[in-house]
């Protein structure tokens, strides 16, 4: 199975503040994905991007978070301004040539809001 | 409403012990249907990809098959380390490319 990476692996921050994750793409691979999980619950999807665009995104994906490439490498999260709610483990997803092809999945990057 | 319903919810089964996981789905326009499993505070691994009724894959122990209303994921004999959580997920034609996932099975073999 193809490797992604996420960074940091666990981030605690302050309510209010704002947070940047991050994953490194695979080769190749086309469609990127985030995902959250909340403790104890579901995966839930937050939005899709190709073609250094957002190609959909869920009722979460408010205002307040933002995906982008900023150098062609680096697939970024950004949460403006953080809420105890946004408290959860975030995936980072990719899939390579097809929206029907298998999506992989980071290690998770945990994030406290405080 | 489009769902994504998997049971049990646990399961408990001793080395050997052989057993079945449940995907059941209600979705307009099946694109695919994925299983993962999931270590505690990992991300998911992929399993298996299937997209037609009828399809059937088999790694190892386990083995996948779909149907137009569910999938199944066939545990035969399974290990201790085959304890984790094993996830279900749609992708829709209607929805692009996301995957709605299930709640999951948490699935525990003891030796």
């Known amino acids: 199975e193809p490797e992604v990476t996420q960074t940091p692996s666990h981030q605690v921050t302050q309510m209010g503040q704002e947070v940047i994750l991050r994953c490194v793409p695979i080769s190749n691979h086309l469609y990127f994905y985030w995902y959250r999980q909340i403790l104890g619950q579901k995966v839930e999807f937050l939005v899709s991007f190709y073609n250094n665009e957002i190609s959909e995104k869920s009722e979460i994906f408010d205002d307040q978070f933002s995906v982008e490439r900023p150098d062609g490498s680096n697939f970024t999260l950004k949460i403006r301004s953080t809420k105890l709610e946004d408290s959860a483990m975030y995936f980072c997803?990719?899939?390579?040539?097809?929206?029907?092809?298998?999506?992989?999945f980071g290690p998770g990057t945990r994030l406290t809001v405080l | 409403e489009d769902q994504v319903t998997q049971s049990p919810e646990a399961l408990r089964l001793q080395e050997g012990e052989s057993s079945s996981l449940n995907c059941s789905y209600t979705?307009?326009?099946?694109?695919?249907l994925f299983w993962y499993r999931q270590d505690p505070g990992k991300g998911p691994e992929f399993l298996f990809t299937l997209y037609s009724a009828g399809e059937e894959k088999e790694k190892e122990r386990l083995k996948a098959t779909l149907t137009k209303k569910e999938s199944f994921l066939h545990i035969t004999a399974p290990k201790p380390e085959d304890s984790a959580t094993y996830l279900c997920?749609?992708?829709?034609?209607?929805?692009?490319?996301?995957?709605?996932f299930g709640e999951g099975t948490q699935l525990t073999v003891n030796p």
């Open positions: 997803a990719m899939a390579g040539t097809s929206v029907t092809t298998a999506q992989f």
């Open positions: 997920a749609v992708s829709q034609e209607t929805s692009g490319s996301r995957l709605t």
């Open positions: 979705v307009s326009g099946l694109r695919g």
